[in-house]
């Protein structure tokens, strides 16, 4: 049996409480991550391969238990090649340049603007070069999302590049079937959203969310972001894009008022509950994947490289963000999807599906597809499994609304109890062996109690308003 450690933020067979997901954060800050890694779980799960979710977290002290206990070690990454990512790069690299087995690169992608200028990549390109060079030492090659990313690393002087695209677009194979199901999109259409804080803040999206939300009363924002889950779930502000109160994930839109929004920490209701609607547009390139995984129609309204050459890559209908926000009528929902061509994504999607594996090939991994039954166990699986639905807004305050929230916080407040118990007594041994030390500024109790008191208080004052 060969063993793959695969980066992921949890095994698609965790079924966890949203309050746990949250907590822990399993889906990485977005959830758009677990939909190419659990596609890569799949695709690598075969008779005699068994896939092992490592978490985000890099531990570089790990690496000899990884070397002793894998066969190989599969990183799906997205848009990696950008500034805020570079001290986790940095770890991955320290990481990998100790482990003495495969290392294979899903889909990485460099993030730049539309115009693919790589400028604002300059600073980092030492990070980049060494991850490029360790992984190159324990792989054929390197898989890139696109064009853009393909001559970013070529541009460096590395020739082992190949052009996959995103793991999460083969979640079935060969096979995608997007069709539309209706011959226009009228007002009683039902329209999937969906954006970044930073579209909706700074690109216009705010504006196209607006004008749709008011012309078709079936409209749903799907959000990806932990914060906007913790927004959804908790009424938590604490989070920066708290300041963003145009995105309808914040208590003060009216569209979390109406019950309009969700987010989900599982790919499998995310794509369910997609496959009941007409069409799927926004920003968000995963979010407008689960919706062509659900078959449904989507267009990607696209403001950076990431989502521009991935759309591009995959024939995926798309829209310059800042083309659209300048046109009030080009972001119609229903103009959208009168232009939406599926003719290339679905006609040539054989065709991208046998370079996926034949990269996958080269660098020794067996898919499900070729060498297994074709995902039809990991199916049944998950078809066994019960995961929470969406999350929804938190607009009530009835007892089934607040028995899990305060059955988790009332576990979590025990479990620091404990800790802090623990804590104070080495305290106190710790002082008469040493002599006397400053008592601690607040115990690990209180901050706590402060921590998730905050947003309690303030779901239960807006309850009574």
């Keep these: 049996m060969k063993r793959i450690l695969l980066r992921s933020g949890k095994s698609p067979y965790d079924v966890l409480p949203i309050e746990e997901a949250l907590h822990r954060d399993v889906i990485a800050t977005n959830s758009g991550n677990l939909i190419f ?23 570089v002290t790990a690496a000899a238990r990884i070397n002793e206990e894998y066969d190989a070690f599969v990183v ?10 570079e001290a986790r790069l940095k770890r991955l690299t320290r990481l990998i340049s100790k482990l003495r087995i495969p290392v294979v690169v899903l889909g990485v992608g460099a993030q730049t603007g539309v115009n693919y200028d790589p400028a604002r990549l300059k600073p980092m390109e030492r990070s980049v070069r060494e991850f490029c060079a360790a992984v190159l030492e324990r792989s054929s090659s390197i898989g890139v ?48 959203v969906n954006g970044s804080h930073s579209a909706v803040q700074k690109q216009g999206l705010d504006r196209i969310i607006g004008r749709t939300h008011a012309r078709y009363p079936h409209l749903r924002f799907i959000g990806q972001n932990l914060s906007d889950a913790r927004q959804l779930h908790w009424r938590d502000l604490s989070d920066p894009n708290s300041l963003v109160t145009a995105m309808p994930t914040h208590p003060d839109h009216p569209m979390y008022r109406e019950d309009k929004v969700r987010v989900y920490i599982d790919p499998v209701t995310w794509i369910d509950d997609l496959r009941d609607f007409d069409f799927s547009f926004g920003s968000r390139i995963h979010g407008n994947i689960a919706a062509l995984l659900a078959g449904t129609p989507a267009t990607v309204l696209c403001g950076d490289s ?23 009528q080009a ?86 109890t404990q800790a802090n118990a623990k804590l104070r007594k080495e305290l106190d041994r710790s002082r008469k062996e040493q002599g006397a030390l400053p008592a601690p500024a607040a115990s690990v109790y209180r901050r706590a109690r402060r921590v998730v008191g905050r947003p309690l208080r303030r779901a239960l004052q807006s309850g009574k308003q």
């Design 76 to 85: 799906p990454l997205a848009n990696a090649f950008r500034p805020s990512f």
């Design 306 to 328: 990431r989502t521009l050459e991935l759309c591009r890559y995959f024939e995926i209908p798309h829209l310059r963000l800042d083309e659209a926000a300048k046109d009030p």
């Design 145 to 192: 999302r696109g064009e853009f990313t393909e001559q970013y690393l070529r541009d460096m002087g590395f020739r082992d590049v190949e052009v996959i695209g995103c793991p999460s677009m083969f979640l079935y194979g060969a096979e995608l079937d997007v069709r539309k199901r209706v011959p226009a999109l009228t007002a009683e259409s039902r329209i999937a």
């Design 37 to 59: 890694s659990d596609a890569a779980h799949k695709i690598l799960q075969t008779p005699d391969t068994e896939v092992v979710s490592n978490g985000i977290g890099t531990d």
């Design 331 to 416: 972001a119609d929902p229903a103009r959208l999807y009168e232009e939406a061509d599926l003719g290339g994504l679905v006609g040539n999607h054989r065709e991208r599906f046998d370079r996926f594996t034949g990269f996958l090939d080269k660098n020794g991994l067996r898919n499900t597809f070729t060498h297994g039954d074709g995902g039809a166990a990991f199916e049944e699986r998950m078809r066994s499994l019960s995961f929470p639905l969406g999350i929804r807004p938190w607009n009530d305050t009835d007892l089934a609304s607040l028995s899990s929230r305060f059955g988790w916080l009332h576990t979590q407040v025990g479990e620091l």
